[in-house]
């Protein structure tokens, strides 16, 4: 069976533990607040276990659904133990202050930056293209399917990752190696800037289209 | 009434140039042969001009549609005469010998090298994250429609565009400042990487859903 921990309990962290338990994986989901993380968890599914973060990991797959200025406080407080796991970067690295450029070099990406931090580690970018609300109900507005992109040089953790999202319901596809995440990132701070701009809604946004 | 320049008379090109006609400007469509070019016109609607590139640019907006190698010659030969007009580069400056790299600086774009080339026109980004069937049929392989992402500094000549577009049948919506023009290359970029590696077909890619 697959495993997951899914540290962050907000909208994303909940709308991924309610897709792995759906796709039959024993999910961990790890936030700071005890009460509110098993209140999450509760409407995730039945079988997640929840926990608070600095907790074992249990997941073979490990999923950093947090803002990105709570990372790297997070790969410290797991220093060690991310060796060898499939760890997800959920992030979108804008500069919240003026959602006008990202924190990261331009040429590189949130998840680049993780992997350098944690080199043993499996690091994969996902979900940063699709709205919680997408997440949590499969489709864009009701126009098309969620799609989850999913960026790595791992291939074998790319496909546990895509496939625990598809028995979870969700489509996900391969967007290429790590270094698509520059791009995947771009997409993402795109899509942010026409929802704060209310150009569109945050049950909408780009959806993959075959 | 809104007059545009096209040059380039590929699918791009002449997609824009039916879409323009659509929309009731005074279309002029330029490429290196008049035979070719003649023909896309006549596809385009019967009011559109077609010449050869070099010829006295009749149209307001001029919208740059070429590979992005091809476009330093073309503002060389028309130095000069670009200034005060609304200058519309469609270009994913993709190496594309690797499909693996952008060819412009990463916190840039070719729009906003295109801008530092010519000071004096008014530079938008537009089109580059619509592939040419798309902008034809003016739909995302039938799921949604297709909308133009337009950036740029100027306000009015964003409107102008967006009004033309609007007027020929295809959605358009405005993506914020030029320097967005970096957002919207990368997500070019990725679009035509999953394209080229046949995970969406070129009929697709991404609809923007509200």
Known sequence: MTSISIIGAGNMGTAIATIAATG?????????????????????????????????????????????????????????????????????????????????????????????????????????????????????????????LVAGDDASAKEALIALLIAGGVLALDAGALKRARELEALGFLQLTLAAGSSIGWTGGFALVK
């Open 24 to 148: 039959g994986a024993s999910v961990q989901l790890l936030a700071q607040d005890a009460e509110k993380t098993a209140a999450a968890a509760a409407v995730a599914g039945a079988s997640v276990v929840s926990g608070v973060a600095g907790d074992t990991l249990t997941g073979e797959i490990v999923v950093l659904a947090l803002p990105y200025p709570a990372v790297a406080g997070v790969l410290a407080q797991y220093a060690g133990q991310l060796d060898g796991k499939i760890l997800v970067d959920i992030s979108n690295p804008l500069d919240f202050a003026t959602f006008d450029s990202l924190v990261v070099p331009a040429d590189g990406s949130a998840a680049q930056v993780i992997a350098q931090t944690v080199p043993g580690a499996r690091v994969l970018k996902a979900f940063n293209t699709t709205f919680a609300a997408t997440l949590a109900t499969g489709g864009v507005n009701g126009v098309a399917p969620t799609t989850v």
